[in-house]
């Protein structure tokens, strides 16, 4: 079995390739450290396996993700490596490649995005390029799927034998030491002259994981060295040698197409939105325009229709079939008024769930992200997070579990936690279902613009306990902020579809187990109680319950039990609020959800409400992760605490200070 | 219909329920991956990577 | 290999030095292709010290304030 490395810097389109060559759907997105661990697949038709690595820019590594690939090389040894670059910033990319060329390593090039390049007036002499590299070369556009069945003959025809590494012309000392540590390795270690070689150049290079696994195999030639090496800064000299090869390399293949002009569309599209004063506008903007699509204008109409059905005509057929055949009002309750009420007036949001998934799949592959990141990192900058961080937090309106496991791509452990901790506060997707049944009783208009004000409360909450902590916890600032702005691409529909149908799958997934099983529950509190079923639901568990802790909620504006009881359910998932509040209200009241609702609620009161249910305690999903990731219960513990505690501040300021004007 | 199979119906939809909701804190009680909702490659391919090494 | 504009509006740049940076930075943008006496088109500015964007090699690259300053030898 052969084995490919596919190695390549950051947003490449490696990800992108390694689908296309493997049949297999990975994870696409047009950002920095989408890949975070490994991947493998394996090529249509033949036994050549592909292992997917963290894009990297060197195999010297800053953060954890990109020791994945060094690591990888160091103790897997591939068969192959096939070296991915964007064709239009070769003079970068190049400096990897030479990395791996002196791997000695079968290297097959792709360059990648050549249409990019092309655009630019720009080509190479592939022949040229692929004789003074020592390697094979091929063109691609693995988006828009060109050249890939000859990349793919290519690996496959492709001897994996060790191939003679590329040598460049290293100053003398450098290359006399070199030699000297070369032949030393050799004669003692039994290394391959090959591996030595490479091993001795990353050496000389910093490579801290070169460096430590020289210690750890106490190789002596290099270790005593160490110091020399650093006094006399090979590493610069190394450097300057590979910027002069490529240097070199490119002036003597690069082919002048025809004269261009600046104006491009990522250029055009740029000047508008990471415009100095324009571009955190156009970022909520951006935002306003999702909740448009998803609570105005695609949306709710759908889910309109949906409900219509659910509580319409299903819930009459399945009553009048019950009926029909006998069923006890025991049996018909718990179908009609429990799982066909609770479970489908979930999945009646169903629509505006995937509207909403669509639009993250649609930022998430045009290239916006990292425009949105530097947009805001001033605005991170003063709270101490570096904007990148900014990622996981938005993968967490996703869902919460999804956004920690993102913020592993943080290096700083500090700084990890305090994202970590302030997760919970992204408004994530399970939240909708609850926002949509409240907005459409309490607000006629502006739906779009109440929804869009919770998602940003949550992220201003984010920000000012992320501040609190930073300066609890005395975390240093971490200025490493280099983002990359890569070309924007039109958004692939297969890409969207796929991805918008990964986040979605999950909800539609958790109707038949957790929904359903959180609905059941509540159904049951509900005709049970002290004394055995009950006919009349304030007798039962459910009531008793919630009017026992409804005093402390009355500040928020609170002034119902099923509101309160509806509420504990939530840390099964943040769904089964919303199951358990149509489940509670639905027994209770004879008119409909609605006319209830307005009984019951203000529209400040709803608001206060809202509020409440962003910030307090997280799923137990989530919790668990907390402990996992942070490997400790305290901070589950404290989650739940600190969370409810601040949700029930906020939400009384905006209950107590609302009912001042209002 | 009589009482028992109403009865033996509103059982087996509460155990149901009772199972699946037992089932999803299990799973969810292991944080991380196991508690996640996205059925993302990485897990797929983990998932068909245990799946193999059990078979052998 | 340039990016060859008909005109380009923007102000450009040479990176002096980038001993001062710390060692991460420097390594990141060393990988990025940014060495003493590289060329960098300043794209935008943000105000109050904010994020810079500078253009090299045909890419764009986002940098802090702080970093940029010490590219062009203050600090």
New interface residues.
Partial sequence: MTTVALLGNPNTGKTTLFNELTDKYAYVGNWEGVTVDKKMGKIRHSEMVVVDLPGIYSLTPITKDEAVACNYLLNDSPDMILNVTNASQLKRNLLLSIELLEFGRPVVLALNMIDDLKANGVTYDFDELAKRLGCQVRATNARKKSGLDQLRQELLATPPETTAPLHLAYPAAVQDAIATATQQLVADYQLTPTFANWLAIQFMNRNQIVRRYASKHQLKPLLTQQDAYDKQDFEEQIFQTRLAFIDETLTATTKYLHEVSNANLTAKIDRIVTHPLLGLPIFVGIFLLMFKLSFDWIGTPLSDVMDAFISGPLSATASHFLTSVGAMPFLKSLIVDGIIAGVGGVLSFIPQIFVLFACISILEDSGYMARAALVTDRLMQLIGLNGKAFIPLIIGFGCNVTGIMAARTIEQPKERLVTTLISPFMSCSARLPIYGLFVAAFFDRNQALIVLSLYFLGIALALFMAKIYQWVFKVKENSVFIIELPKYHMPRPDIIAMGTWEKGKGFIRKAGTVIFGGTVLIWLLSNLGPAGVVTNIDQSFSAMIGRFVLPVFAPIGITSWQTISALMTGILAKEVISSSMIVLFHLSGQTGLIATFSSLFTPLSAYAVLVFILIYAPCFATLATIKAETNSTKWAVYSVVSNTVIAYLVAMIIFQVGSLFI | MSILINSVIVIAIIGGAGFVLYRHLKKSSQGSCPACEYDCPAKQQLKKHQAEKHMS | ?Q??????AYPIVTVEQMATL?G??A???????I?PGSQLTV??????H??V?VEF????????Y??FEALLGGH
């Fill in positions: 290999m990016l060859r504009y008909s005109e380009s710390d991460q930075t390594h990141r943008l060393h990988n990025l292709g060495h794209l935008r500015q943000y105000p109050f904010g994020p964007i090699d045909q890419q764009k690259v986002g940098i802090r702080v970093v």
